[in-house]
């Protein structure tokens, strides 16, 4: 490639990062009131009581403290997201999709990626992506997925959860994971909870 060429493909690789730049401006996906699931249940090393509780005080968007690679990733994340979610609503399986859930009690709030109706039960449905050679070593479900579940099937009160993990640069490889609701995997998050608003209300 002559310098030119390159230098050119460099000034349009930067303009197309900013437009991801751009989207985390405008982008309202990323608004989330309340404590949001996946926040509730970090890593004792990364949670944080005063974070949190003052994120629920003061509205903010999460999408501006995202690398834009990161941001990339997550809109390869959504086609997958949205396929299934299409599938299961043109099927009419669809119960909700992405609806977003809050507790008042808690100040929880929380957005399966479904709910569906399948061999007449329901079930929350959470949808995962990851590149094919992470995908073909995984053995078994990561328990920060399945404690993510398991808060959205406490919020719902749905009993049963099904995780679909796809492969990303597969063009039909997936695999479900059957959750059962396990209350002593999030009781110590749900514990979180009850101190945060603790320290909300007083």
């Given at each position: 490639?002559?310098?030119?060429?390159?230098?050119l493909?460099?000034?349009?690789?930067?303009k197309?990062?900013?437009?991801?730049?751009?989207?985390?401006?405008?982008?309202?996906?990323?608004?989330?009131?309340?404590?949001?699931?996946s926040?509730?249940?970090?890593t004792?090393?990364?949670?944080?009581?005063?974070?949190?509780?003052?994120?629920?005080?003061?509205?903010?968007?999460?999408?501006?403290?995202?690398?834009?690679?990161?941001?990339?990733?997550?809109?390869t994340?959504?086609?997958?997201?949205?396929?299934?979610?299409d599938?299961?609503?043109?099927?009419?399986?669809?119960?909700?999709?992405e609806?977003?859930?809050?507790?008042?009690?808690?100040?929880?709030?929380?957005?399966?990626?479904?709910?569906?109706?399948?061999?007449?039960k329901?079930?929350?449905?959470?949808?995962?992506?990851?590149?094919?050679?992470?995908?073909?070593?995984?053995t078994?479900?990561?328990?920060?997925?399945?404690?993510?579940?398991?808060?959205?099937?406490?919020?719902?009160?749905?009993?049963?959860?099904?995780?679909?993990f796809?492969?990303i640069d597969?063009?039909?490889?997936?695999?479900?994971?059957?959750?059962?609701s396990?209350?002593?995997?999030?009781?110590?998050?749900?514990?979180?909870?009850y101190?945060?608003?603790?320290?909300?209300?007083?």
């Amino acid at each position: 490639m002559n310098p030119a060429d390159k230098l050119l493909q460099e000034t349009v690789k930067n303009k197309l990062d900013d437009m991801y730049k751009e989207l985390r401006k405008t982008n309202h996906r990323y608004h989330r009131p309340g404590i949001h699931a996946s926040g509730i249940i970090e890593t004792d090393g990364t949670f944080c009581i005063r974070e949190k509780v003052l994120k629920t005080l003061f509205s903010y968007n999460s999408s501006q403290y995202l690398p834009t690679r990161v941001i990339r990733r997550m809109k390869t994340g959504d086609y997958i997201h949205l396929k299934w979610q299409d599938m299961f609503e043109e099927i009419g399986a669809g119960i909700t999709c992405e609806k977003q859930f809050m507790s008042n009690k808690w100040l929880l709030s929380g957005s399966p990626d479904a709910i569906i109706e399948l061999m007449n039960k329901n079930w929350v449905i959470e949808i995962k992506s990851k590149k094919k050679e992470s995908y073909e070593t995984m053995t078994k479900l990561p328990i920060g997925v399945e404690r993510q579940i398991q808060i959205y099937m406490y919020m719902t009160g749905i009993s049963r959860g099904i995780v679909i993990f796809e492969a990303i640069d597969s063009k039909s490889s997936f695999r479900p994971y059957i959750v059962r609701s396990n209350y002593d995997l999030i009781s110590k998050y749900v514990d979180r909870l009850y101190k945060i608003s603790v320290l909300i209300v007083y």
